[in-house]
């Protein structure tokens, strides 16, 4: 791939090399970074809008022989370690941070160290569609089928866009940033009863459920002229 003239960008492990080469970079080379699209961390269970970054050369591959080494940069992002359930109940002296390190043979002069941590970190992002989609319509994929296939990921992809824009609708910020997979726990999959009176339909829902508003709220658009929901 490389001898086509294709660069690479991939995430390595905190291997003993990689720790290494992060604990060589100075101090006053880390730049502050802050990303358009904030990525959701699952340690802390926050959203990551600005983070650290800094670079150092690096090869992969030093186990080889010489002609089958690698060389490039290995390009860290840094954010401080926030995770209170991982505290002793102590406060730190120091700040402490979580690395995350990835590997390119990109040069320099084509993605600068922001550029090329910015161009990585949308993996990421498509990466929790992803995610969000294999936890649900994409789960009965592939079939043997390939038209069924194509047809079945239209369907995914409406049933994941449906589902994000009734969340956003809702204006409640928990909701908006939430997995598809609690969105239909908290939004979709309700407990309810739907009662005739007088030639009308109402939706009996439960007393005192804590989403009562948010649904509400999207009740509200989409079916402003139904039955009231009591």
Known sequence: MLKTGADVSITVRMDAAVKRAIAG????????????????DETTGSWISQAQI????????????KSEQV????IVRRIPELN???????QTLFDTWRF?????TTATDDLDT????????????????HADLKASALAHLPSGVFNANAAWLVCAVMAFNLTRAAATVTATAVLARAATATIRRKLINVP?????????????LTTNWPWEQAWTALYQVVLPARAPAT
């Open 25 to 40: 970079i100075a101090e006053n080379t880390w730049t502050t970074i802050k990303y358009p699209d904030a990525i959701y």
């Open 54 to 65: 800094a670079e150092i050369p690096f090869a992969a591959f030093v186990s080889k022989k």
């Open 71 to 74: 060389p490039g940069r290995l």
């Open 84 to 90: 209170p359930t991982q505290s002793t109940g102590q």
């Open 100 to 104: 995350h390190a990835f590997f390119t």
């Open 114 to 129: 922001v550029a090329a941590d910015q161009t990585h970190r949308r993996h990421a992002i498509i990466e929790n569609v």
């Open 192 to 204: 309810a009863r739907i009662a005739t009176s007088a030639r009308r339909l109402r939706l009996h």
